[in-house]
T-cell receptor, first 113, second 111 residues
Framework: NAGVTQTPKFQVLKTGQSMTLQCAQDMNHEYMSWYRQDPGMGLRLIHYSVGAGITDQGEVPNGYNVSRSTTEDFPLRLLSAAPSQTSVYFC????????????FGSGTRLTVV | GESVGLHLPTLSVQEGDNSIINCAYSNSASDYFIWYKQESGKGPQFIIDIRSNMDKRQGQRVTVLLNKTVKHLSLQIAATQPGDSAVYFCAENSQGYKLSFGAGTTVTVRA
């Protein structure tokens, strides 16, 4: 089924470790973005991309890096994990006309100990 | 900064009744609004959207109303069912393709 695929679904990291959260979409969407969701809160934008080779910062970008080498993939890198980065991470994509909103992946639940 | 917020964090509804979930936004430049449903352990699921040039839009059992004068958005769910129990978020789209979310309203349907 077409959609947004996120891997892994769960991850536990030690403080200081690095890792990459993967996001892939097969809908040929130009726009992709990463959000984090903390308990009892809405989603907050980390980084977004309006096309291959173009990325920009969102509301909470510190501690995260992104790149967009292809239309399909938009990985999120944690450079040196901190307990404050414990959260659920969602990737989303949409087309140029934002038809039917943004499609979200099922999320990656990250715990940093 | 400007943000989107929901009026009530929780809403309890009798099965079969209509539900109304409210949302206030503050960015007058927002041109696109979306309602999402999120069930436990899942990602946000698109319900319905509305653009700023519209006042009302209807879907299957759902209606979104937009009042730009008072910067208010609402989601109406007709004949609420147990499967409607979830957290509902409104989101506004401004500054290109950035989405800003409210904190969410937890809807509980009573049998």
């Amino acid at each position: 089924n077409a959609g947004v695929t996120q891997t892994p679904k769960f991850q536990v990291l030690k403080t200081g470790q690095s890792m990459t959260l993967q996001c892939a979409q097969d809908m040929n969407h130009e726009y992709m973005s990463w959000y984090r969701q903390d308990p009892g809160m809405g989603l907050r934008l980390i980084h977004y991309s309006v096309g291959a080779g173009i990325t920009d910062q969102g509301e909470v970008p510190n501690g995260y890096n992104v790149s967009r080498s292809t239309t399909e993939d938009f990985p999120l890198r944690l450079l040196s994990a901190a307990p404050s980065q414990t959260s659920v991470y969602f990737c989303a994509s949409t087309d140029r006309d934002r038809e039917d909103g943004y499609t979200f992946g099922s999320g990656t639940r990250l715990t940093v100990v | 900064g400007e943000s989107v917020g929901l009026h009530l964090p929780t809403l309890s509804v009798q099965e079969g009744d209509n539900s109304i979930i409210n949302c206030a936004y503050s960015n007058s430049a927002s041109d696109y609004f979306i309602w999402y449903k999120q069930e436990s352990g899942k990602g946000p699921q698109f319900i319905i959207d509305i653009r700023s040039n519209m006042d009302k839009r209807q879907g299957q059992r759902v209606t979104v109303l937009l009042n730009k004068t008072v910067k208010h958005l609402s989601l109406q769910i007709a004949a609420t069912q147990p499967g409607d129990s979830a957290v509902y978020f409104c989101a506004e789209n401004s500054q290109g393709y950035k989405l800003s979310f409210g904190a969410g309203t937890t809807v509980t349907v009573r049998a």
